[in-house]
């Protein structure tokens, strides 16, 4: 049950619990948890995770809450998982820990309050024995990086860099959303050489980035005069169905030579289709790159 809820799969994890209840063996807190931790990273299953916890009869524990709590923000019910945080705090009188935080802080940033998300970092570094988790440091590097605060968002990363070179047990693994505020980070700063560091990590590491990442990066080099780069990330979009928002197309235009004719027509093209897309709410929907975005490698 704890390998179906690190690859999120929700039905065989019930169904695991249905054949241990069977099977005459009794699940106790720690299983429960997985089984919903595993609803959770199953597409967000919030609703049949709490159902789950409500249902099991265990008690009230911070593994309990902290499973609740990440399966709401696995399902973006930012504001769920927050209230669930002030009941466990509030009315049963537990202290979350470092894992708890760490998804509250999640729910901050879905919230776009990150703000709140830095003072529950502020207040993680400060709790004796708490030791951030992967998540914790993902999240306060984007919340960083949404506040404006590149410098601190790349020191920050590069904490959590360390903390898994030294296979620490709170960070086993990087987060692929530490790599993306990182990178939103590196173009607030003018950092493009770092950032295409970071692309390379990224790629090495299987990440993919998401429309808003490649939008990120291909501004920053554009704005470092990596044309040649930033037409390298409009076209790999595009392969990946993914359309760049128009701020990014324009500056990849207007760091463009007037010899590339060509180019600069197929980007006019796809600021166009990313203007109707972004007016219609559905910038990242798949295969909205359309045609035009294909041409800019050719």
Known sequence: ISACATGGQGDRALALLEAMVAAGV????????ATATALGNDGGRWEEALELLDASGVGPSVGVYNAAIGACVKGGQADKALQILGLMREERGLEPD????????????????????LSLWDELVSAKGLVPTGQCYAAAVSACAARGQWQRALALFAQLQ??????????????????????VA??????????????????????????????????????????ASA?????EAGRCGLRLDVSAYRAVLGALPSSEVAKARALERAIDEAAKGERAE??????????AVGECAS
């Open 26 to 33: 009794a699940p106790n807190a720690v299983t429960y948890c």
């Open 98 to 117: 470092a894992s708890t935080l760490g998804a509250a802080m999640r729910a901050h940033e879905q919230l776009g309050c990150p703000e709140h998300a």
């Open 162 to 183: 360390d903390a898994c070179k030294s296979h620490t047990a709170a960070v086993q693994r990087l987060d692929p959303q530490a790599y993306r505020g990182a990178i």
């Open 186 to 227: 590196c173009e607030q700063g003018g950092q493009w050489q770092y950032l295409l560091v970071l692309l390379d990590d990224m790629d090495r590491h299987n990440m993919a980035l998401d429309a808003a990442t490649f939008s990120s990066a291909a501004r920053a080099c554009s704005r470092g005069g990596q044309v």
């Open 231 to 235: 037409l390298e990330l409009v076209a």
């Open 282 to 291: 559905a910038s990242a929907r798949p295969g909205a790159g359309g045609t």
